[in-house]
């Protein structure tokens, strides 16, 4: 199987920074398209204002198994309001014209394969590069059927980032990060995404797991919800991963048609977890 080459890309150079500082990362998720893009072009630029450290944009699928409830109905508002893959890519182009922080943020497109694929790899790889994304999550694709995607996707220097699990094993853990480049994110519990009170107890086992067969950040999300949970987080990993939590925001702000009430609603959040992450466990003292 082919080991992914590493890219120079955004996020190298991110989480590169931040190991430097002994800082614990946070990658921003939401779904692109929810309510519209115009809306979602607002909210990125909340989102970097705020600390994030890198967003993920959300590609809105119409059958989004991996997904808790909160996600699946901010991917039937975005397909509601018309957005497509190549409306996303789009998003991507508009954000990279902006202004700092939000024209240098990492971005990782976050998708299922289906609309990959039904665009063509090849055209996929040039728009979403061109566009200026740094790395692209597909999440219902396996390594094993990867090889023409990650070599498609590093000729344009897109980092290709894998899901690892609690049921992953130590061989399927190492199988996994080879494939990867950028980060390896981890799933944090089984089941779908969504906002949870506590963290597994399993958590730190899975990350040294982890740690025994890669050398690339670690990046921890399902679940992650609280400012607490990023300050755990802080002494495993080397970014946390927040979708839900942000995604509801968005979700209540639509509900009540006060789009500002999400701008600073997203901010303040980013904000609070970003705190959190520069004032609690250090990375480098407690690292495992």
């Known amino acids: 199987m082919m080991v992914t080459p590493p890219n120079s890309t955004r996020i190298s150079k991110r989480f590169a920074e931040l190991r430097a500082s002994g800082e614990l990362g946070i990658v921003a998720y939401i779904v692109a398209g929810d309510p519209s893009l115009e809306a979602s072009l607002k909210y990125v630029l909340a989102l970097a204002e705020g600390g994030a450290d890198f967003i993920e944009l959300g590609v809105p699928f119409s059958d989004p198994l991996a997904d808790g409830p909160t996600i699946q109905r901010a991917s039937e508002r ?138 690339l950040p670690i990046a921890v999300g399902f679940g992650i919800s609280l400012p607490g949970h990023v300050s755990v987080l802080g002494g495993l990993a080397d970014a946390a991963a927040i979708g839900s939590a942000l995604v509801s925001e968005i979700e209540s702000a639509t509900k009540s048609a006060a789009a500002s009430d999400a701008l600073t609603a997203l901010g303040n959040r980013v904000q609070a977890f970003k705190e959190a992450a520069r004032h609690g466990l250090s990375r480098r003292e407690f690292a495992p």
């Open 78 to 215: 975005a397909l509601k309001s018309g957005t497509t893959l190549a409306g996303v890519i789009d998003l991507v182009r508009r954000i990279r014209k902006s202004t700092p922080p939000a024209s240098e943020v990492p971005l990782v497109l976050f998708s299922y394969y289906n609309p990959i694929l039904q665009m063509g790899l090849e055209k996929f790889a040039s728009s979403a590069a061109t566009a200026g994304a740094d790395g692209v999550l597909a999440t219902d694709l396996t390594p094993e059927e990867s090889d023409d995607y990650r070599r498609i996707l590093a000729a344009q220097h897109l980092d290709t980032i894998f899901l690892g699990a609690p049921t992953s094993t130590d061989d399927r853990l190492a199988k996994i990060a080879a494939c990867s480049s950028g980060f390896l994110y981890l799933i944090s519990r089984t089941g779908v995404t969504g906002a949870k009170d506590a963290l597994p107890d399993d958590l730190p086992a899975l990350v040294r797991r982890s740690r025994a067969v890669t050398e």
